[in-house]
């Protein structure tokens, strides 16, 4: 876990915030007017709230941007008597919605924050008022998922590897040294802009794994994908109704090794076939490092156009 206050040479100059309603200390970001729209960002595997910190800084003046960091992740606790499965992390998610009260959401979704924030979205189409999808699945009781999965599986160096070391026996020594291998991790899921590295980015995404007690999150997502383990919510028709009327963004990018546009832009266009979709080309798996301002830009575009 991150220290509090530790902001990474001035690049993540947001002040934390943290919530026991999930039954750990789970740490959100929570930037701009409390009377402001609600954008709620939801990182994925193996990322943090740092992801989003210049879409924090472009949305917080008009916005309420907030950020939590799903547990084993980032400045979030790792409890040690805990799952770490899909299901689990809705059940924190949604009780941290909850105690904030949060109405009106806008959700900004990256890799397993996608099917994590559908699931919120399954339990509460109500408190949903967009969905912006970025390089994250939108699974939402549509029939075919585990086609898609398995299909992309085939073809996804990332998940290649997860079942490979699921299979003899080392997948939990490898992502238990996550601290120490985050950069390979990272490429090899796809990530391209190199000249973003330095000393303060690599902290930021190592930090939260420095020990393999730490790791838990990163190993238990894994894990999940290859037990199977991974229950993604089902919503009930009116559910589904409520959320197809929503105003969509997808944005993906193109060079995404793990999650393939092939595979999962039609997944999000089958469930909002009215949606604007932007193909980011050169731009990977974690577009909000390799195209921040683009990335930045369609959002607050899309957010000012639906207002």
Not at 123 to 152: K, M, W, Y
Not at 156 to 178: C, H, R, T
Not at 200 to 208: D, K, R
Not at 250 to 261: C, F, H, K, P, S
């Amino acid at each position: 876990m991150i220290p509090a206050g530790l902001d990474f040479d001035g690049s993540f100059p947001y002040a934390p915030h943290f919530s026991n309603a999930p039954g750990f200390r789970m740490h959100y970001v929570d930037e701009g007017p409390r009377d402001g729209e609600v954008v709620l960002c939801l990182h994925g595997e193996p990322t943090w709230g740092y992801l989003f910190r210049h879409l924090i800084g472009t949305l917080r003046g008009r916005y309420r941007v907030v950020v939590p960091d799903h547990m084993g992740f980032g400045k979030s606790e790792t409890p040690q008597d805990r799952s770490y499965w899909l299901q689990d992390h809705i059940d924190n998610l949604e009780r941290l919605v909850l105690e904030l009260d949060l109405r009106g959401i806008t959700l900004v979704m990256h890799d397993f924050g996608g099917p994590a924030g559908m699931g919120l979205a399954a339990r509460h189409p109500d408190r949903i008022r967009r969905v912006v999808s970025v390089n994250g699945p939108t699974p939402f009781g549509q029939s075919g998922l585990r086609e898609i999965l398995v299909a992309n599986a085939q073809a996804a160096p990332w998940f290649q590897w997860i079942l490979k070391a699921a299979g003899d026996g080392s997948l939990e020594q490898v992502l238990g040294q996550l601290g120490y291998n985050i950069l390979s991790t990272l490429k090899l899921n796809g990530f391209e802009n190199h000249a973003v590295i330095s000393d303060a980015w690599l902290q930021a995404y190592g930090l939260p794994f420095a020990t393999p007690a730490e790791c838990l999150g990163a190993i238990g997502w894994a894990r999940g994908f290859a037990d199977g383990a991974h229950s993604f919510e089902t919503p009930d028709a009116a559910a589904v109704q409520a959320i197809r009327a929503r105003p969509a963004l997808g944005i993906w990018g193109m060079a995404d090794r793990t999650l393939q546009a092939e595979h999962f832009l039609p997944q999000f266009s089958g469930l909002f076939p009215a949606a604007e979709v932007h193909r980011l080309e050169g731009a990977g798996h974690y577009c909000f490092e390799d195209a921040p301002e683009r990335v930045s830009e369609l959002i607050s575009g899309f957010l000012d156009r639906t207002s």
